[in-house]
């Protein structure tokens, strides 16, 4: 027997249109909302009318880029006041209004909770109800239990993390989606494949996670390039909504791997998007995680498990596990996901060892099925320039 257990948001609402109930949604007795937003979705005149109409005061607070450790503390500081945060955006926006939510209640700072370069200290007390609406198809960050910050002090990317984290209400609305550019739709896209692919192999997964990472690899198989090639392709776009929610739940409930152990470290030194890091490091860490069981390991169950990716993946049933990589590989090629030398890495430069360094740290990389030696993620580093 085995133990395993899945947890996620307290109320998950999924369907094109959704965002127009929300105010059947709010508590009447909610004095005041921190509104947490990002700044180029449509939906944001939309969800003012809807706040509005509630009569319910609210205020805004909206994140520039990923967040960072200082615009979670000015968050904290807005949110003062409040009995309800709603976020609307992308997974960093998302992750922000999750660590405003919890940090609102808690005492101390950030750094109090947060692992690896923090005191990583448990949260104590139930973060401020939280209501998180995407307006991207990867993350899945609206049924997640962490927050990813940068420290730019640090150079690095890490996660504020606490089963109280998870939001009270998700609400998956894919018409949000339908203005995301190409690039969005791709690195997204393709972020939310590796939140699929990886707890599925992870040392984590269990059964429930297992059927829905089943699921979610089946409709990005079909969806990802349709979304990219046509964003009003309504199918398509809701098609990766799910994939997004079903990533999010399995990361949440088993663990991640290599290609998230890189995405972490490296968002932080080159300041680059953490959906085109794991998008780049996905194939790679496939092949040296096959090439690295077959080697070592030739009976471990996770090999099994990459056959089937790449028969889900290919259509194929007589697919074996490098045809995995290779359809993902070539799907990152046809999507444009940038190399690492767009961001400014070179093949000598010294932060190539401190990035395998920090990755071997990660908590993502502890998830993976085999443990990846310096040499491999070196070589999975240099493949990626």
């Known amino acids: 027997m085995f133990y395993f257990e899945f947890a996620t948001a307290n109320r998950i609402i999924f369907g094109a249109g959704k965002l127009n109930e929300l105010d059947k949604l709010i508590e009447r007795d909610t004095k005041h909302i921190l509104f ?60 922000t209004g999750k660590a405003v939510a919890a940090l609102a209640t808690n005492p101390g700072n950030v750094m109090d909770y947060l692992e690896v370069i923090g005191k990583g200290q448990p949260l104590t007390h139930a973060p401020l109800p939280y209501i998180a609406i995407p307006t991207t198809a990867g993350t899945g960050a609206e049924v997640t239990r962490n927050a990813v910050l940068e420290s730019p002090e640090h150079n690095i990317k890490i996660s504020l993390r606490s089963p109280l984290m998870l939001p009270r209400l998700a609400l998956v609305d894919p018409e949000l989606t339908y203005d995301l550019p190409p690039e969005i739709t791709a ?31 089946r409709y990005a198989a079909l969806f990802l390039r349709r979304a990219y090639q046509n964003g009003l392709d309504k199918e398509a776009r809701e098609g990766m909504s799910v994939t997004s929610l079903f990533g999010g739940l399995a990361l949440a409930n088993a663990a991640l791997g290599a290609a998230h152990g890189f995405a972490g ?87 190539l060892l401190e990035a395998v360094q920090k990755t071997q740290q990660a908590s993502s990389f502890k998830g993976n099925p085999i443990e990846l030696n310096a040499k491999e993620l070196m070589a999975i580093l240099e493949r990626a320039l």
């Open 187 to 217: 690195s997204s896209g393709l972020d939310a494949l590796t939140q699929l692919i990886e707890p599925f192999v992870s040392i984590k997964a269990n059964p429930i996670t297992d059927a829905v990472c089943r699921e979610g690899m």
């Open 265 to 351: 470290p490296l968002g932080g030194m080159l300041h680059a998007p953490h959906g085109a890091l794991c998008a780049r490091f996905l194939p790679l860490v496939m092949e040296a995680n096959i090439r690295a069981m077959g080697s070592r390991q030739p009976e471990h169950p996770a090999l099994t498990r990459y056959i089937e990716i790449a028969q889900i993946l290919t259509g194929e049933r007589d697919a074996n596990a490098i045809d995995g990589v290779l359809w993902t590989n070539q799907l990152v090629d046809e999507l444009k996901i940038p190399r690492l030398s767009t961001y400014g890495m070179r093949p000598e430069d010294f932060a």
């Open 36 to 95: 947490v937003r990002g700044g180029s979705s449509r939906a944001i005149p939309r969800l003012r009318e809807i706040l509005s109409a509630s009569g319910i005061p609210f205020t805004e607070y909206q994140v520039h880029g990923e967040p960072t450790i200082e615009i979670v503390r000015k968050g904290v500081e807005a949110a003062q006041g409040c009995d309800l945060i709603i976020g609307l955006g992308g997974g960093s926006v998302l992750d």
